[in-house]
């Protein structure tokens, strides 16, 4: 049940404005204490889109029985049955912004090693590789679960989708739920569960748990806190405590990396005054720099730990400068932690008498061996390129510039772990706070209840891709297990 806030939904476009903000597609403030949608398709209806499919790795070492690649295999292809994973993005077959695509080419693959590949004929393979993004695009637009799954729902004569609706809490005794409260047109009203009805969240990875412990599911502490402000229950038997709920909240941290070359020609996007000829060519033919959210290339590694585990790392590189970094010959390397961090937060309420959701302050960096693997993959990095300073850029080859290339290890340490506008960023690439076999059960459903679940984000752990392909292939594998238990006929009496 996916907290619906506006009767909207965002156009086919693909638009990274969004992420300025000003637009009633996000979440008001007293909803989620956070960057995210509340509109139909949720994130996936503002994000970039970038659909890369995790490797076997990820669920054989960070998910539990049940959901190993094997496992998922079958869900997986059903979901690349329905929703594609495309490389060649605009309609016309040609690759746009390609001026830094080639200069890191030139640096990863020539010049460091990397093996230049195809993300989607070798989706395992993500030690030393480059290549192309891959999409979720749909005839040159934006593609994801609106544009396919709900098309199939809107088909079925037992569906019915609310917009305007915000979900209050889930109405259980003792995890048997039975109705839902919800608030729409300025009133509240129940929604009753048939006697083998499920209650199923979909609210994302900070909404989905906070609304379990609206409903009197979580830590103990934070029911308490409820309880005490008449936001819950006072009979502490009718919650179920569940210290999992909201734990282990993870996002990406992020360190923009600014790089100029005399060769590369910058493009940025605007929709309110794009080119005329880009204008016209996608308008018409689906084509141009405006039929792709402006990634050109992307890379990926794991470091070695010293205890025999390692820690991905991924570098996405844009068509454009950053912050003060924005002349001509500037695109922006954004360098993300992925699978195998230490680092993880928990999804906390507002101390101010709202109780909204949101992140607690130890979701980045609260395990040093994180700074330290991201410092090395980024000096590992510097060495293979040309000698430079900001001031003395390099003749041939990138130069960084918000980070020079000749940094220290310690440097780079000290960078980025110190909030500016350029390190400690948030992805909001929210995931990780309701995990399989500790928040819920390897049917998603809620540790302690009968019949409530959770299929987003929350379930998923840390991926070593962005999260939007290993998200609906839980998702998809969700939905098979929550039908496989609904056939053995279990009602719910209350």
């Not at 509109?39 to 970039?48: D, V, Y």
Request: one cysteine or more; glycine letters at 8%.
């Amino acid at each position: 049940m996916r907290q619906m806030c506006q009767p909207v939904t965002l156009t086919n476009r693909i638009d990274k404005s969004i992420f300025n903000g000003g637009t009633d597609l996000l979440c008001p403030s007293d909803v989620v204490s956070a960057f995210s949608a509340c509109t139909i398709g949720g994130n996936s209806a503002i994000n970039a889109g970038l659909y890369f499919q995790p490797p076997a790795s990820d669920w054989d070492d960070y998910h539990p029985e049940g959901w190993k690649s094997a496992d998922v295999k079958d869900a997986t292809q059903r979901l690349l049955d329905t929703q594609p994973s495309i490389e060649s993005y605009s309609l016309d077959g040609k690759y746009y912004m390609q001026t830094g695509y080639d200069e890191a080419k030139k640096w990863l693959v020539d010049a460091a090693g990397y093996s230049e590949v195809s993300f989607n004929e070798e989706p395992d393979n993500k030690d030393m590789v480059f290549g192309r993004p891959v999409y979720n695009y749909i005839d040159g637009q934006r593609g994801g679960p609106t544009r396919t799954y709900l098309q199939n729902a809107l088909a079925r004569s037992n569906f019915h989708l609310q917009t305007g609706v915000r979900v209050k809490q889930i109405n259980h005794i003792n995890g048997a739920a039975s109705s839902i409260t919800v608030q729409t047109n300025g009133s509240s009203k129940n929604i009753r569960l048939s006697p083998s009805g499920r209650v199923v969240l979909s609210a994302g990875a900070i909404a989905s748990p906070g609304l379990l412990m609206h409903s009197g599911i979580g830590p103990q502490e934070t029911l308490k806190n409820l309880s005490s402000a008449g936001a819950i229950s006072s009979n502490s038997s009718s919650w179920i405590v569940n210290p999992s709920v909201g734990e282990g909240l993870f996002d990406n941290p992020n360190t923009f990396i600014e790089l100029s070359a005399s060769t590369i020609e910058s493009y940025v996007q605007d929709y309110n005054n794009p080119i005329p000829a880009d204008r016209v060519l996608y308008l018409s033919d689906r084509s141009g720099p405006y039929a792709f959210a402006s990634q050109t290339s992307a890379f990926w590694a794991y470091m070695p730990n010293a205890d025999g585990t390692r820690t991905g790392v991924q570098g996405t590189i844009d068509s454009s400068g950053h912050g003060e970094y924005v002349n001509n010959n500037t695109i922006t390397l954004n360098v993300y932690g992925t699978s195998g961090l230490g680092s993880a937060g928990s999804v906390v309420l507002s101390e101010d008498g709202n109780f909204t959701p949101g992140p607690s302050s130890d979701v980045y960096y609260s395990d040093p061996r994180d700074a330290d693997s991201i410092a090395q993959f980024i000096h590992s990095l510097f060495q293979a390129l040309p000698a430079s300073t900001p001031d003395a850029p390099a003749a041939d080859g990138l130069t960084p510039l918000n980070l020079a290339q000749g940094s220290t290890l310690d440097e780079i340490r000290a960078y980025i772990t110190t909030y500016s506008d350029y390190a400690v960023g948030s992805v909001q690439h929210w995931s990780s706070s309701c995990r399989i076999g500790k928040c819920v059960d390897a049917d998603t459903k809620v540790v302690g209840s009968r019949n409530i679940h959770v299929v987003d984000a929350s379930i998923v752990s840390p991926l070593t891709v962005n999260p939007q392909f290993g998200v609906m292939v839980a998702a998809e594998k969700g939905a098979e297990r929550i039908l496989d238990t609904w056939k053995s006929g279990v009602r719910i009496s209350l």
